[in-house]
């Protein structure tokens, strides 16, 4: 059964960087895709980034893309979301999960396997 540890939230000044960690364990970064999503107070929960089981198909929401970066390390079965230029509308807890089809569908049901969840806090 796969499962996912997340890390690396925090609180951060706006225009300021973090990278939170996904580590994988119980398959091979090979057999799913992994998203990254986020839910702010009072919103619904929003798709941010996926990377696909092999690494080839990448996706990101419209309010992240040129700023947020996902990457995976398949030797450490690691999957990394760099925030960079962050903006108070990008507070969240932010959750990784994983998609068997490996594909990174778009839809979270789609998603089988959730991470704990870390928080992250952008404010002045």
């Known amino acids: 059964q796969l499962q996912l540890v997340e890390s690396g939230g925090g609180l951060v000044q706006p225009g300021g960087s973090l990278r939170l960690s996904c580590v994988v364990s119980?398959?091979?970064?090979?057999?799913?895709?992994i998203g990254w999503f986020r839910q702010a107070p009072g919103k619904e929960r929003e798709g941010v980034s996926c990377v696909s089981d092999r690494g080839l198909i990448i996706k990101y929401a419209d309010s992240v893309t040129g700023r947020f970066s996902i990457s995976r390390d398949k030797a450490k079965n690691t999957v990394y979301l760099q925030m960079r230029s962050l903006q108070p509308e990008d507070t969240a807890v932010y959750y990784c999960?994983?998609?068997?089809?490996?594909?990174?569908?778009?839809?979270?049901?789609?998603?089988?396997?959730w991470g704990q969840g870390t928080q992250v806090t952008v404010s002045s």
């Open positions: 119980g398959f091979t970064l090979d057999y799913y895709a």
């Open positions: 999960a994983g998609e068997p089809r490996g594909t990174c569908r778009s839809l979270a049901q789609d998603y089988k396997s």
